[in-house]
């Protein structure tokens, strides 16, 4: 057997005794039912003879003729020339193979924790104030301000794991830290359990393996570069399961139809400037908006600062990263019922309730997940199933947390345009009037006309201002008609959230505490009827 240099994919390279042949031009990977090469071969020697020839070498009459004519020029056997096109095909298959499993996308091993990892991640999640303590960390990580973002992010990412996962978008301008704020929670998850994806072809999705996005973390840079795939990726959020029936040829060319099946469920993250453009996919997804104030501001500089310097203990930083991606793998597959579900109320001016109730039920349930091992493993007696119950303790942190994004969900207008008109209506009260002209709003707020155009026109059509005189030429005077519209919203959203959160305290007054689970055994069992519960995300 000869020896294949493979260096140049280009010009490959066989010797095999006196013998030298170049594979002019490489051979394709595609098409495994015909292996085509250009070939020079070569006899070294005293006085060297060389023969040159293009054909299929898996055609056996091509073979021949090849064979036949190279003996022939180079005064050699046929019997001498067939092995060497023997092993010349045998390692050029090689090499295919070798390079077919190559382009294959690695999958991430999973890692076997040690057992010093192990108490440490379950130390970590039986802490008794638990939200807190991974709040705590997500910031020591590198997560720069955007404290509750952060955790409601890393709360999310954390549901893949269950049957139904939960969904985010990061909104915001330009350069307020959407990726940033995706990128860094993520680094916080397994590498086996992520798929980083920068833009995708239209068919994409119906390509992967039928299990290969199962319980994966998909995290999308910039949603515009994903547009094509926007359709299958709802699909997967909804149904959790995708299909497509394309027709190909078999090996005697008659045309059959092929189903091509890829399984969820999936948690999909995503950025985007443009919520409304995205709505279809925004409804099925938790929204976070970016905090663009300018605290904020100074907060990423200082830090942008002392990285500069030297001073930020980025050891530290990957250490406390390395043990939330421990507290991950440690995360076990489990039913949750939330036992008070049945009294979670939300604000009537919420648009799309029904979504956004299953998104609060879902989250709910997740922060109840994530306390897995501090909460008592049940049965129920009727089905066999085992479970775990949300806490009072679960539904506050969820309406907590959430808060935000049920008003940003009742208010009709986008978040763009809402922080523009409360900095309006702040700037009107210090002049002490409620009229203004757009050139001067403009001069002072430092807007860019285009975007000043689209929020009065905003305001104008939603009935939060009116023109009160001037043309297009002289331009308008506008005067405030709304002045307490987010405080009366704010107001009674609260004020709903209280009194479904003291309901629920008073309901739970009878109920068994939670119990905490063995460091190192399986959750305690305590045969229970479940009746009355409600389930979701089994």
Not at 175 to 196: A, H, I, R
Request: hydrophobic share 35%; with cysteine; aromatic share 6%.
């Amino acid at each position: 057997m000869g020896r294949l240099v493979t260096d140049n994919p280009e010009l490959l390279l066989y010797t095999e005794g006196t013998f030298h042949v170049t594979v002019l031009g490489g051979i394709k990977l595609t098409g495994l039912d015909r292996l085509r090469v250009t070939l020079k071969i070569t006899l070294t020697g005293k006085t060297e003879k060389t023969y040159r020839h293009n054909l299929d070498l898996y055609n056996g009459i091509q073979c021949g003729q090849l064979v036949e004519r190279t003996a022939e020029v180079l005064d050699r056997t046929e019997s001498e020339v067939t092995a060497l096109i023997g092993n010349l095909a045998t390692a050029l298959e090689n090499y295919r193979s070798e390079r077919l499993e190559e382009m294959k996308p690695k999958q991430a091993e999973k890692k076997e924790l040690t057992e010093s990892e192990r108490k440490e991640a379950l130390k970590f999640l039986k802490s008794s104030n638990l939200i807190q303590k991974t709040k705590e960390a997500i910031a020591a990580s590198g997560v720069i301000g955007e404290e509750t973002n952060a955790l409601i992010a890393y709360l999310t990412y954390t549901s893949r794991k269950r049957h139904v996962p939960l969904h985010l978008m990061c909104l915001g301008a330009s350069g307020t830290g959407k990726t940033w704020l995706q990128e860094k929670v993520s680094e916080l998850m397994p590498e086996e359990d992520k798929l980083e994806i920068t833009t995708l072809s239209s068919n994409a999705f119906y390509y992967f393996g039928r299990e290969e996005l199962k319980h994966k973390l998909l995290l999308i840079e910039d949603l515009d570069g994903a547009e094509s795939v926007l359709y299958p990726l709802r699909e997967l959020q909804s149904k959790r399961r995708i299909s497509k029936t394309v027709t190909l040829k078999d090996n005697k060319g008659n045309l059959k139809t092929v189903t091509l099946n890829v399984e969820g469920p999936v948690c999909v993250s995503g950025c985007t400037t443009r919520e409304k453009l995205y709505e279809d996919n925004a409804n099925r997804c938790i929204l976070l908006y970016m905090d663009g104030s300018s605290e904020q501001d100074n907060k990423i500089m200082d830090y942008q600062r002392r990285l500069s310097a030297g001073l930020v203990d980025e050891a530290a930083q990957q250490k406390i990263k390395h043990t939330i991606k421990n507290v991950q793998r440690m995360l076990r597959p489990v039913s949750v019922r939330n036992p008070y579900a049945t009294y979670l109320q939300l604000p009537e001016a919420v648009f799309k309730p029904r979504r956004t109730m299953l998104l609060l039920l879902l989250f709910t349930e997740t922060v109840t997940y994530y306390h897995q091992y501090q909460r008592q493993l049940q049965t129920d007696e009727a089905t066999g199933e085992q479970y775990i119950e949300s806490t009072p303790e679960d539904i506050e942190t969820a309406f907590t947390l959430l808060e935000t994004t049920l008003l940003k969900k009742s208010d009709e207008l986008s978040d763009a345009c809402r922080g523009f008109f409360e900095k309006l209506k702040a700037y009107l009260k210090e002049l002490d009037t409620d009229t203004f002209h757009s050139r001067d709003v403009r001069t002072s707020l430092r807007i860019h006309p285009s975007n000043l155009k689209r929020y009065l026109n905003e305001l104008d059509r939603m009935g939060h201002i009116r023109i009160v005189k001037g043309n297009r030429y002289r331009g308008f005077e506008y005067k405030v008609q709304q002045w307490q519209d987010m405080e009366d919203l704010e107001g009674s959203t609260r004020t709903l959230i209280e009194g479904v959160l003291e309901q629920v305290r008073s309901l739970s007054v009878d109920r068994s505490p939670s119990v905490d689970q063995p460091a190192n055994g399986p959750l305690n069992v305590q045969k229970t009827s479940g009746k009355g519960a409600v389930v979701h995300g089994r």
